[in-house]
């Protein structure tokens, strides 16, 4: 149905987010019996909830892109997305923020309190008495046993380098497709997901390497928590950034950006771009410092 120059489309009766609502319940509902240790009712529910939520975001998803291929939608609504995405990348920064500041309270305030600084010289002499402790520390119990850090200069460094080289390839990419370069912009664009993938190899070896040679897991302490949750959400963010690409990679081979309307181009460009900030944030003061 073609809109009216000037109005503002709005979908009437989607089944999306009932769909979204009811497999998001499902999910939780099957992700709290799991932890219960009720099985195996959990995991079934948990994985339905999983295979409903893929179904509506491909379906939902799949709606938006026609609409905006047959013209519903004008720049008021493209304005609209705009404001969306940039209010996800913000959430998304609150939720980083704030396991980086678990880091930076843990490392610069409790542990210091512990070990008897500050206002922590009662609790020092009457609970923990002798131990201090610094950073990195698995606390005065020493929870999960003596363990070893990640060189930075390893694996890490090379992380950064590839995710920085990615944000570098996703740029021309997206530079090639405004100024009409088909075959540069295809080329870049392919880049960085393999880049992408790259990290997330290199990540999960990372890993490996940690529990098996270094004992650096999830278990050691307030320093192995803070390095796994820093970590492996970053970890997870780039899967998703990842499969992201590959949808924007497969939707540019097939046609379905201009130079002038390239919104979901652009979308996961920003989101790239916002992963690799993360990244460099959690290099300086997860690896190095």
């Not at 120059?5 to 999910?27: D, E, M, N, Q, T």
């Not at 938006?64 to 705009?82: C, K, P, W």
């Amino acid at each position: 149905m073609s809109q009216q120059a000037g109005a503002y489309y709005v979908p009437h009766g989607s089944r999306w987010p009932i769909i979204a609502a009811v497999g998001l319940f499902i999910f939780m509902w099957g992700a709290a019996h799991w932890l219960d240790g009720i099985e195996p009712e959990g995991p079934i529910l948990l994985f339905t909830g999983v295979a409903i939520i893929i179904f509506m975001k491909f379906g939902w998803f799949g709606e938006v892109i026609r609409e905006s291929q047959r013209g519903a939608y004008n720049s008021q609504v493209d304005v609209s997305f705009r404001m969306g995405m940039m209010w996800f990348i913000f959430s998304e920064v609150m939720f980083f923020g704030a396991f980086f500041g678990a880091l930076f309270y843990s490392r610069g305030l409790q542990v210091p309190w512990l070990s008897g600084e500050g206002h922590g010289a009662l609790t020092n002499y009457y609970l923990f008495r002798g131990y201090t402790g610094g950073w990195p520390t698995a606390g005065p119990d020493a929870i999960g046993g003596p363990f070893k850090t990640v060189p930075a200069w390893g694996e890490p460094l090379l992380n950064t380098l590839l995710l920085l080289s990615s944000s570098v390839t996703i740029t021309i990419a997206h530079h090639a497709l405004r100024d009409g370069h088909r075959r540069r912009m295809l080329v870049f664009l392919a880049a960085t997901p393999i880049l992408g993938a790259l990290f997330l190899w290199f990540q999960a070896h990372e890993y490996i390497d940690a529990y098996t040679h270094l004992n650096l897991t999830l278990h050691s302490g307030i320093y192995g928590a803070t390095f796994f949750l820093l970590t492996g959400f970053h970890g997870l963010h780039v899967t998703l950034g990842t499969i992201m690409l590959l949808v924007i990679l497969y939707r540019t081979w097939r046609g379905d950006f201009s130079k002038e309307h390239h919104f979901a181009f652009e979308a996961v460009a920003w989101y790239w771009h916002f992963v690799d900030i993360v990244w460099l944030g959690l290099f300086l003061f997860v690896y190095i410092m």
